[in-house]
């Protein structure tokens, strides 16, 4: 019998924003396999342009709804390097709060809401409510808590109100801190009970040699600046991010696509994780010895394993900073900020990957030409050339179906949680 | 969930997203202590970030983000034909929002600028009432959940749904947040619509109008609390031009 499937995805759902798959096998030969991007776009590189610094970051924000706190840090942060202003430790202790916040909140919605369906045969969390109270209570109450943690630090989760070039605006009551703090406790016998659950699944099996790129951790797991690594050995500094993500267009897509040593390259939690593993938290370390996750893994599928992983570790490390935030006393928040003529670069690592902001401003502190490479962006390329090798692993037997195939391509899009309206920003 | 031991209707909503950022959408499954209620009180059969099933027999139209090409015009029409009503949802949807910066540059040479000599189709950034009436909007970057929540409740039981008429500077008083412009900084919230509970002047960085205007802000006397303090034309009209919000206001 000849191997004829056709999958054609309109708007993938349960991914943020837009994007395409279309997949065609014809008498057992691959056709076509694509991953494409058809998200309107924005063009906020050409809306930066002449805004003052000190509207910048809340313009950034606007990029993406649910790394919005990314975006900004990583606006300002490019913003203090080009005006060669150092933050004050409090401040920096709080922003990588929010951080870790921000990192809760996006990995559970993905992980919980997004991705979980697929391995309970459901389309959406809304049957969960009633097959399965208790994970949806669970999820209910990790998300509020990374929303509040949010709140707490940041003024806002989506869209933050309290970061500003040169630091924080805004320092927390310990007694707020503390209450977090107990909550972040009580949540870790939560996320067990939810690495639990992701050890009862099966991942579909497949390997693809891919080359992952990420922050550079040199005492700590990384997430806010630094130098930039590669699997492949590749490093460069934060400010030389050009060279590391080579930029081009393709016709197809509105969203760029990226390369370094090989055809495509991959950015998230599974990059950090295979770049940095030596740095997580032991507690998440355990978890992910459990849930069979080691360096360098090539399997896509466990991305959402890696999440989950740097879930406990981001709780610990809130729960450290906390501890440390408390015990001290704030001193400055702020540090003086003068505009001058330059360029400066800021490397994040959004909850989807690494994140550049790279701005050239005029001497009134005014920008002159600005550039953003987001993590979906550098993604694309890679869920692009995945899904062909997907197809030629599982699509071409018998017992594939159109059904079938369009569950396990889909379930790989997913897999990187694509934020692709912030691909096209 | 049962109102007087009666049974309510479920009103079938589905949310579709436009030009933006997808935060607005994002608030609907925020709220926790309340999202089992909520999702209990409407049938939800489309809402694409969320769910794989969609359905075109619907009663709402929840709509996110602003217009930016032409088969965002047709999407947003067929939307009208088949709801009964379409809310718009957040400042994109409302005013166009941030993406309307995008109007004041020439929209060629922007694409050159972004993608070389591949450009991408794109058209001036537009609200959506602009293309297909709206009946009701809620604006704010992003939208309080609790007016998503106040809107529900005004379809399924008819109770009052009505946006704050007062300026945030209510708000302000109410959380005792020191006033921006007295340390010397530029604010909106006299004349912008409160019910954000105004997070912004209270995170330090003043209120940018994400909301609108009040109901009959006192413009005039605002402008001259804004020269009266030292603010230049250029910077206030920035911020008035942020969220696309006070298009029709005249700074002079």
Not at chain 1, 6 to 26: A, F, M, P, S, Y
Not at chain 1, 162 to 176: D, E, I, L, W
Not at chain 2, 150 to 168: A, E, K, R
């Amino acid at each position: 019998m000849k191997i004829n499937i056709n999958v054609d995805v309109h708007h993938l759902t349960r991914v943020e924003g837009h994007g395409n798959i279309k997949i065609q096998v014809k008498d057992g030969e691959i056709k076509e396999a694509r991953w494409d991007i058809v998200e309107t776009p924005r063009f906020f590189e050409v809306m930066f342009k002449n805004k003052h610094y000190t509207t910048i970051g809340i313009l950034a924000a606007r990029i993406c709804g649910i790394c919005s706190i990314s975006h900004c840090l990583c606006s300002i942060r490019a913003t203090e390097n080009a005006f060669k202003v150092t933050i004050p430790e409090t401040a920096a202790k709080l922003r990588l709060l929010a951080k870790h916040g921000e990192t809760l909140q996006s990995h559970l919605l993905h992980v919980l809401f997004l991705a979980a369906p697929d391995f309970f045969n459901e389309p959406s969390v809304l049957p969960l409510i009633e097959k399965k109270p208790e994970v949806i209570a669970i999820a209910a109450r990790l998300k509020g808590l990374s929303n509040r943690l949010c709140d707490t630090v940041a003024g806002r989760t989506t869209h933050p109100v309290a970061f500003q070039v040169g630091g924080v605006t805004m320092v927390p009551q310990k007694r707020h801190l503390l209450g977090l703090r107990d909550e972040l406790k009580r949540s870790l016998d939560d996320l067990q009970i939810v690495a639990d659950l992701f050890s009862s699944f099966t991942l579909p099996n497949f390997i693809r040699e891919t080359e992952f790129v990420s922050l550079k951790g040199e005492k700590e797991y990384p997430f806010i600046g630094g130098s930039l690594i590669s699997s492949d050995g590749v490093e460069q500094k934060e400010q030389d991010y050009r060279p590391m993500t080579n930029e081009y267009v393709d016709k197809n897509n509105t969203s760029k696509w990226s390369k370094l040593s090989r055809e495509s390259y991959a950015v998230g939690a599974l990059a950090r994780f295979n770049n940095n593993a030596q740095l997580i938290h032991p507690k998440a370390a355990e978890v992910a010895a459990k849930l069979g996750l080691k360096p360098v893994c090539h399997n896509p599928f466990m991305n959402n394993v890696a999440q989950l992983v740097e879930c406990v570790h981001v709780v610990h490390e809130a729960i450290r900073l906390i501890d440390e935030l408390v015990e001290s006393d704030p001193g400055e928040t702020m540090a003086k900020v003068t505009p001058k003529a330059g360029e400066g670069v800021g490397a994040v690592e959004a909850p989807r990957g690494i994140l550049f902001h790279h701005y050239k401003y005029d001497k009134t502190g005014r920008i002159l030409k600005a550039n953003c490479v987001v993590p979906t962006t550098q993604n694309n390329a890679n869920i692009h050339h995945d899904m062909k090798s997907l197809v030629n692993k599982f699509g071409l037997t018998k017992e594939m179906t159109d059904e079938k195939l369009e569950l396990l391509c889909s379930m790989l899009v997913r897999s990187y949680d694509p934020c692709i309206s912030c691909s096209v920003h | 969930m049962k109102y007087l031991g009666i049974e309510p209707q479920k009103p079938k909503i589905a949310v579709f997203d436009f030009t933006g950022c997808e935060g607005c959408q994002l608030q609907l499954l925020n709220k926790e202590e309340t999202l089992a209620d909520f999702l209990s009180a409407v049938e939800i059969v489309c809402f694409r970030e969320a769910s794989s099933l969609c359905s075109d027999d619907y009663d709402i139209a929840i709509v996110e983000g602003a217009v930016s090409r032409n088969d965002e015009v047709k999407r947003l029409e067929k939307i009208r034909e088949t709801a009964k009503v379409v809310v718009a949802l957040g400042s994109c949807a409302c005013f166009g929002g941030v993406n309307r910066l995008k109007n004041e540059f020439d929209l060629k040479a922007a694409n050159k600028e972004v993608y070389g000599k591949d450009p991408k189709e794109t058209i001036n950034v537009r609200p959506v009432k602009d293309i297909i009436p709206v009946d009701i909007e809620i604006p704010g970057c992003p939208v309080s959940k609790a007016e998503v929540e106040s809107l529900i409740c005004h379809v399924v039981w008819d109770s009052p749904f009505q946006l704050p008429v007062y300026p945030v500077c209510v708000e302000c008083k109410q959380r005792f947040t020191t006033c921006l412009f007295d340390i010397g900084q530029m604010c909106l919230g006299p004349i912008t619509r409160a019910g954000c509970n105004a997070p912004c002047p209270a995170g330090g960085i003043g209120c940018w109008g994400c909301r609108g205007p009040a109901v009959e802000p006192n413009y005039k006397s605002f402008f001259a609390i804004v020269k009266e303090k030292g603010f230049s034309d250029i910077e206030l009209k920035e911020r008035l031009n942020f969220f696309g919000a006070f298009g029709e206001v005249n700074v002079s």
